[in-house]
């Protein structure tokens, strides 16, 4: 948690804009803040990008709430939320691709779409003035020509970044939308996403020669190393699968030069007029991508991936964890940021934040003086990603998952998968981030925890990298690269290099593309990637198809015999036992770390239990910890364990019993608009307003028009 930027508003006359792809992409947006900084100096060029910055971080609505929070933390073989279909119907439709179909879905009822849209838009309006005054200062030229990073046209990068991100994340949630580079003109008709992508490509390869590596610092900007994995996001994005509308004429995706683009197309929609497909020519932006990933991991400045845990005691053992733990750590650590972020988004305590509220361990407290306050838990996760996909071994699955939140009473509490929020229900939650963790709990007042988000790391880097040397395997020397990165991340999950065994891991997930893509899986959890991962890899129907086939096989093992045993040796069952225990007399601490014994009901599952010093606060209490047993491995209800457990003070608890009563919560709704051979339908709807001023109307199905 860090302070947030301090700035300020300078006011002077606009200077006239210059832009690149204007000719071609001329349409531009509202300018809804565009305050007028001189882009000349250091200073006043530093004071109008904070602004910007604090323009994302507060109004982005697309990292941290918004529609990331309606359908980035949910919708995918791995992720979900909470509560019930029918409590949160306006999230769970589109997060699970518009079953019944786009035409009946009101596209007014959640404004979180049209605030994304606005915001992003404002922040875009901003940027714009920010590069245009520096373009037209008389020493553009000669910093741009110096051939090296310099102060100025390092803020000049920065600026360029931060637009370029903001289209990549309008395309990636509304497909084809309006671009502009110049402020102060109403924008008007839509803009082939792919040309917006090649547009923004350009400019980010234009800047990147004169931006500075990222130090130990500087995470809180976008530095060279983030416009080198941005450009590989882009990239992936760009020559990847997407769904696009055939209502727009057959001449109206084109390329920068203004040329009609061909598709590979895998399904067609006369219904949603859309086709599911990619580039002809999607191969060249791999190659781009390769070329600006692998100059990150060559020259990757203060950011690396995290190999060891230097912390001592209870809580390490985990260079996993540690990458989160360091986001929780107070101002005045000498960790400032995390050593594998690359950029992070930057909040401060007292502020309005989503981590832990909505992406993390959850609490049951109160909305003030809690112990710790409320939290949500937005963050969820289906059973057979915790239970099935993890390897009993891999360091990550506690980490990312837990079954406990907190009473807000100082007491661990086992979180049931009846529907619901908070800690009362909905399942396994998120634990990257966690009020208990934080070196000063925010106890005043629920939301204003301070956590940062960090918005790329290293890890993400190195997959990358993997996958575009993989999806050009036809070289030995590709391949092998390949290997060696999805080694590099992989080996970081395991205690040591044999227990992880890449080779068996390519072979059981049915080879290198395909184990690439389930290492980012089990990598960034929680982090919202594996939605669209899918989509764009080509591999939402698969994964679909193999949810459904292993949940309704676990389904039917705990209905027929009480437990499931999945194929890693994890097994649930229908009921398991718990008890609270005091932790601080049995083990000297509350809040616990890494833990292999299994046979240990406090410490293992780890990464849980409660804070160690909550007497700080006014706590009093002493049996803080849940003690739990079976959660891996069946006990037999009727047997000799399950008696000597409840002769000993612990109480049988249904647990996987639940999800048979919650069947259409679990399995049936679950991406259940995703039907074989139609093209998925995952873009938002433009609002009806945006629809109306811009002179633009939606495509797949949506209505234009307010209902």
């Known amino acids: 948690m860090k302070n947030i930027f301090k700035y300020t508003i300078l006011g002077v006359s606009i200077i006239g804009m210059t832009t690149s792809c204007s000719d071609y992409l001329n349409t531009s947006s509202p300018s809804t803040a565009t305050p007028d900084f001189v882009y000349s100096n250091p200073r006043t060029a530093k004071l109008a990008l904070d602004n910007a910055y604090e323009l994302w971080r507060a109004s982005g609505s697309v990292h941290s709430n918004g529609v990331f929070y309606d359908v980035v933390i949910g919708g995918s073989d791995s992720e979900r939320h909470p509560e019930a279909w029918d409590a949160q119907a306006a999230r769970q439709i589109p997060e699970n691709l518009y079953p019944g179909g786009t035409s009946s879905y009101n596209i007014d009822i959640d404004g979180n779409f049209k605030t994304a849209y606005n915001n992003l838009y404002s922040i875009i309006s901003t940027c714009n003035t920010l590069i245009g005054q520096f373009e037209a200062t008389d020493t553009y030229k000669e910093y741009m020509n110096s051939g090296s990073a310099s102060v100025m046209s390092d803020l000049y990068g920065q600026a360029v970044a931060l637009r370029s991100t903001c289209y990549m994340e309008l395309c990636r949630f509304f497909g084809d939308v309006p671009y502009t580079t110049v402020t102060g003109q109403k924008a008007n008709g839509l803009t082939p996403r792919d040309s917006i992508y090649e547009c923004v490509l350009n400019d980010l390869q234009r800047v990147e020669p004169y931006m500075y590596y990222v130090t130990s610092t500087t995470k809180n900007t976008m530095s060279r190393n983030y416009v080198d994995g941005l450009i590989g996001r882009i990239c992936l994005y760009a020559g990847g699968y997407a769904t696009r509308r055939t209502d727009l004429g057959n001449d109206f995706y084109k390329d920068i030069e203004g040329k009609t683009i061909t598709f590979n197309n895998i399904s067609t929609s006369a219904t949603t007029k859309s086709a599911y497909g990619r580039r002809s020519d999607w191969a060249k932006f791999y190659t781009i991508a390769a070329k600006y990933l692998q100059d990150c991991v060559d020259n990757h400045g203060a950011a690396s991936l995290c190999t060891t845990d230097p912390r001592s005691g209870v809580c390490s053992g985990n260079p996993y964890q540690y990458v989160f733990q360091q986001t929780m750590m107070d101002d005045a650590s000498s960790e400032t940021y995390s050593s594998e972020s690359i950029y992070e988004i930057v909040e401060t305590q007292g502020v309005q934040t989503e ?47 837990t079954v406990t939140g907190s009473t807000g009473k100082s007491v661990e509490k086992l979180i049931s998968f009846k529907p619901g929020s908070k800690s009362d229900g909905g399942g396994i939650v998120l634990n990257k981030w966690d009020d208990n963790r934080m070196d000063k709990p925010y106890v005043t007042k629920q939301r204003l925890s301070g956590i940062n988000d960090p918005y790329m790391r290293f890890s993400e880097i190195l997959l990358m990298l993997a996958e575009v040397y993989a999806e050009d395997g036809t070289t030995v020397q590709n391949t092998s690269l390949a290997n060696t990165y999805l080694a590099q991340v992989h080996n970081r999950a395991f205690k040591t290099p044999t227990l992880s065994n890449v080779s068996q891991f390519i072979t059981d997930c049915g080879g290198l593309k395909k184990a690439i893509l389930q290492e980012r899986k089990l990598e960034f959890g929680g982090e919202g990637m594996r939605r669209y991962d899918l989509i764009r890899t080509g591999m939402l129907q698969d994964a679909n198809t193999d949810f459904h086939a292993k949940t309704s096989a676990m389904l039917n093992g705990l209905s027929t015999q009480g437990y499931y045993t999945f194929p890693n040796g994890n097994q649930i069952s229908n009921y398991i036992w718990i008890k609270d225990v005091d932790a601080k007399s049995l083990k000297g601490y509350r809040l616990t770390g890494q833990c292999t014994d299994t046979t240990d009901p406090i410490l293992f599952p780890g990464w849980r239990g409660q804070n160690n010093n909550w007497e700080a606060y006014g706590f009093t209490g002493t049996a803080t910890n849940l003690a739990i047993k079976g959660l891996f491995n069946y006990i037999d209800p009727a047997g000799s364990e399950a008696k000597a457990l409840e002769a000993s003070g612990y109480k049988k608890t249904e647990w996987g019993k639940t999800l048979l009563t919650y069947q259409v919560d679990y399995n049936t709704y679950i991406l259940s608009g995703c039907v074989a051979n139609t093209p998925p339908i995952y873009l938002v709807p433009l609002s009806s307003e945006t629809c109306s001023t811009a002179g633009v109307t939606n495509g797949y199905g949506f209505s234009s028009n307010a209902q």
């Open 355 to 401: 981590r832990p509220y909505a992406f993390g361990r959850p609490s049951s407290g109160g909305s003030s003086n809690g112990y710790p306050c409320k939290s949500y838990g937005q963050s969820r996760f289906n059973p057979i990603y915790y239970y099935g996909d993890f390897d009993p071994n891999d360091m990550r699955r506690d980490v990312t998952c």
